[in-house]
């Protein structure tokens, strides 16, 4: 079993959607949780970043974490087909193990205009 | 700012060849890492480089990969000989201390 599972998708949804992306996780030392986006043929780019249970806001972007469920959710509202890319979690230890992320295996999105 | 710079971009190889991969990380990044990313998965370690030491290459198989960062800043990865299951994107990152990382392009890699 991975220590990251991500739903892979693909998932297509029309423009001005809310998209719901999740990941669980079986390691109760992680402690931070990432989301990033990757375009096509492009390396991934960071989106938002947080290590507390509950919501962070950032424009039409929602991380959402449960340590409890071992559960994380990216949530995008009012989606755009610029936001058509793959979107990875990743989560890490401690800070001082040296940033060692773990990543899922990423969700293909697709936003139709 | 400028970001990470990979180089090549792409490269077809036949199998049993060699293949180098370079990397040069954001200025003033003193980590630095290299994954490996294939088809339809997330990107895995293979190895993590603290200035000129690698702290962490417990991934990196070590029969046929070989990397360096001479001097704490650029990086090379080297395959020799290169297999067919080789072929993936080769992704570097860096990072300050143990911070946020930033992903260069990658370079994909074919190996027929």
């Known amino acids: 079993q991975k220590e990251v599972e991500q739903d892979p998708g693909p998932l297509s949804v029309p423009e001005g959607a809310i998209v719901s992306l999740n990941c669980t996780y079986s390691?109760?030392?992680?402690?931070?949780f990432m989301w990033y986006r990757q375009y096509s043929r492009k390396g991934p780019e960071l989106l938002m970043y947080?290590?507390?249970?509950g919501n962070k806001e950032d424009g039409r972007f929602t991380a959402q974490v449960d340590k409890s469920s071992k559960y994380i959710s990216l949530f995008i509202r009012d989606s755009q087909p610029s936001d058509s890319a793959t979107y990875l979690c990743?989560?890490?230890?401690?800070?001082?193990?040296?940033?060692?992320?773990?990543f899922g295996q990423g969700t293909e999105l697709s936003v139709k205009p | 700012e400028a970001g990470v710079v990979q180089s090549p971009r792409y490269k077809i190889i036949e199998k049993k060849q060699p293949v180098a991969f370079w990397c040069n990380p954001i200025?003033?990044?003193?980590?630095l890492y290299w994954y490996l990313q294939n088809l339809g998965q997330g990107p895995e370690l293979l190895i993590r480089?603290?200035?000129?030491?690698?702290?962490?290459d417990s991934q990196l198989p070590k029969d046929r990969f070989s990397a360096e960062r001479l001097k704490g800043v650029d990086s090379t990865l080297k395959i020799q000989p290169a297999e067919l299951g080789d072929s993936a994107v080769y992704l570097c990152?860096?990072?300050?201390?143990?911070?946020?990382?930033?992903f260069g392009p990658g370079t994909r890699l074919t190996v027929l």
């Open positions: 990152a860096s990072s300050r201390d143990a911070d946020t990382q930033y």
């Open positions: 390691n109760s030392a992680f402690q931070y």
């Open positions: 947080t290590y507390s249970s």
């Open positions: 990743a989560m890490r230890v401690i800070y001082n193990q040296g940033g060692k992320l773990i």
């Open positions: 200025s003033g990044h003193n980590t």
């Open positions: 480089y603290e200035n000129e030491e690698a702290v962490d």
